[in-house]
């Protein structure tokens, strides 16, 4: 594939919300045991800025973090981020650091458990640490409703068995991401972008399927969701997901799975199956994988090669993630 085809349209700019991504690739949100307030955290997500990136997604960050208290660092973090040239957004998390031993699906707070009065504040507390996000400075917020975490368990009719107005039908199932995207909108005004994470299909019997995904994603459209960031459990590596909602809602879309592979990446954008592509794997590996494509040099990629032993593998070990491709 050559550049004229595929790699000069992944550096296009995109318009959304008055605001301007340099390109369409995409730092998803992935926990790297760091710490976001701290130096070494700054500087992985300023490396992958300097390397070339539209959009850094901050990993997956509990709301009772986001308080007045770490607005300093908080700040010194999207600064960072700017100073490359990359637009910053921070994926809101209703879930604690998993302890040692437990799984993070182990750590998702189960929907049916919560009274409606609790489910109520949880909502709210969305909003506040929106709030704090925007006086940060962040260009955007993403609140995580994907892979069995809380609000994707809100939507699906496996886990959740509320008896309320939050549960039950489609309709119903939906409020909790409705009422918190409507909460995070109100909270941070017109200017910020607000993306939101969606696994598409829930890969069990009886679950939620794209027909059901594709109302979800209308409806938060409505509450002024500015770009949805499709994130199924297994790679879709031909867009058809991403494409799907994108054809439904006329929004910008996030495709993902497998886009650490150049022509990949950029036949998903030249094919109009998503607006922006995540290279999640590609970035751990190598944060000037943006520059590298975009200057032609892909036989200088430090590729991922899947073997999941210093990234998944220290995730598991409760240490900071890493890549065995570093030299």
């Not at 973090?77 to 182990?106: C, D, K, M, R, W």
């Amino acid at each position: 594939m050559t550049e004229s085809i595929s790699y000069a349209r992944l550096f296009e700019p995109l318009a959304v919300r008055g605001q301007t991504l340099r390109n369409r690739v995409v730092m998803p949100p992935m926990v790297s045991l760091r710490g976001i307030l701290s130096e070494d955290g700054r500087q992985w997500y300023e490396d992958r800025a300097r390397g070339g990136v539209g959009l850094v997604i901050v990993e997956g960050t509990p709301l009772g973090l986001l308080v007045e208290e770490t607005l300093p660092e908080l700040r010194k973090l999207v600064g960072a981020v700017h100073a490359h040239g990359a637009l910053i957004a921070i994926q809101l998390f209703t879930n604690g650091q998993p302890e040692p031993g437990t799984s993070f699906f182990e750590q998702a707070v189960p929907p049916h458990e919560l009274t409606r009065e609790e489910l109520k504040g949880l909502i709210g507390h969305f909003g506040r640490a929106a709030a704090v996000c925007r006086k940060a400075g962040f260009d955007g917020v993403e609140p995580h409703g994907a892979h069995g975490y809380f609000l994707t368990r809100c939507f699906s009719p496996l886990e959740n068995r509320r008896k309320d107005e939050y549960g039950g039908t489609v309709t119903n199932r939906m409020r909790t991401a409705v009422e918190v995207s409507r909460t995070i909108r109100s909270a941070i005004g017109d200017k910020m972008l607000l993306l939101y994470r969606h696994t598409p299909v829930e890969e069990a019997e009886g679950g939620y399927g794209l027909a059901d995904t594709i109302r979800l994603s209308g409806a938060l459209v409505k509450e002024g969701v500015d770009i949805l960031d499709i994130s199924p459990s297994h790679a879709d590596r031909d867009g058809e997901y991403s494409e799907a909602v994108r054809l439904s809602t006329h929004v910008a879309v996030i495709g993902r799975g497998g886009l650490d592979e150049p022509d990949r990446a950029a036949a998903m954008i030249a094919n109009h199956r998503a607006d922006l592509v995540a290279v999640g794997r590609g970035l751990i590996a190598d944060a000037e994988w943006p520059n590298k494509v975009r200057e032609g040099r892909l036989g200088d990629i430090v590729k991922c090669t899947r073997c999941n032993e210093k990234c998944y593998g220290n995730l598991k070990k409760r240490i900071a993630i890493a890549c065995t491709q570093w030299r």
